[in-house]
């Protein structure tokens, strides 16, 4: 085991330190139904990025973290978190040849699909139905994706992170 496998490990977790601070901010409440899922789009990127890093078992953590820090029933986050890198780390070569609208098509179908479990856990706690709600996320998430993935892609081009 050379050290080398290991390379940038911090500019990751510095990745998705960044993604929790953007998902708790808080925001006008016009524009919560429009947040983009940042933590998901972070793991999406690195699990196309390197799969043999970063997988389920990551989406898991990342998704227990995400429902500690959002207040959320756990396992919540880490039930979609882990369909979303399984989804990811599955199909990642399709995905690295894809053009970046065809990338982000396949963005917003992984976190459409991603938030069944969550509608489903909200319908059985008795919350609200949220009706169309759940895709406004998904479609700025789509929309910002060419963004996240030339930042994090610049990010692991420089610290040469593999």
């Known amino acids: 085991m050379s050290l080398e496998r290991h390379h940038g490990g911090w500019v990751i977790i510095v990745s998705f330190i960044f993604s929790f601070m953007l998902a708790v901010m808080p925001l006008p409440p016009w524009a919560v139904f429009w947040r983009p899922d940042w933590v998901a789009l972070v793991l999406i990127y690195w ?4 799969p043999q890093r970063i997988g389920v078992t990551t989406g898991w953590f990342v998704g227990i973290i995400h429902d500690v820090l959002s207040d959320t029933l756990l396992g919540q986050h880490a039930l979609t978190f882990t369909l979303i890198a399984y989804l990811s780390v599955r199909l990642h070569r399709q995905l690295r040849l894809f053009p970046w609208w065809q990338q982000s098509i396949g963005v917003f179908v992984f976190l459409a699909i991603s938030q ?12 609200p139905q949220e009706g169309w709600g759940v895709i406004y996320s998904a479609t700025t998430s789509m929309i910002l994706w060419r963004w996240v993935f030339i930042r994090l892609r610049d990010l692991r081009r420089t610290y040469r992170v593999f």
Do not use: M, Q
């Not at 699990?47 to 390197?50: E, G, K």
């Not at 069944?116 to 909200?122: D, N």
């Open 47 to 50: 699990c196309i990025a390197v």
């Open 116 to 127: 069944l479990p969550s509608v489903w856990i909200r319908t059985i706690l008795g919350y």
